[in-house]
């Protein structure tokens, strides 16, 4: 089964930064929806940032996170990233890529990757 490849946490302390990064498989074009999403123990996963190519959508972020993290894609690399800067422990949870087919209603995963944050 083709799952997404997440790469780059790790544990860092409070105000620390952190960048993810999601290998997609083939050809970025292919999705019309790229997120993250994360999941801390005891709580349900949920979403904190998304590229949405449908109009009127584009870059979006949870509340929690606008101003910190930052979503970006690199076409040349059929590859997403996931910038964190000023990590509070309340981040700390398994951080999930995701990525949507523009023309089937099929979605991606990636295996999860560990975000610590702690002193």
């Known amino acids: 089964q083709v799952q997404l490849v997440e790469s780059g946490g790790g544990l860092v302390q409070p105000g620390g930064s952190l960048r993810l990064s999601c290998a997609l498989p083939?050809?970025?074009?292919?999705?019309?929806?790229l997120g993250w999403y994360r999941q801390a123990p005891g709580r349900q996963r949920e979403w904190v940032a998304s590229i949405n190519s449908r109009v009127g959508v584009g870059t979006t972020y949870a509340d929690f996170v606008k101003g910190r993290f930052t979503i970006s894609r690199d076409d040349a690399k059929n590859s997403m990233h996931l910038q964190m800067n000023s990590l509070e422990p309340e981040d700390e949870a398994i951080y999930y890529c995701?990525?949507?087919?523009?023309?089937?209603?099929?979605?991606?995963w990636g295996q999860g990757i560990q975000v610590t944050v702690s002193s």
């Open positions: 995701t990525a949507r087919l523009a023309t089937i209603p099929h979605s991606y």
């Open positions: 083939g050809n970025i074009s292919r999705f019309s929806f």
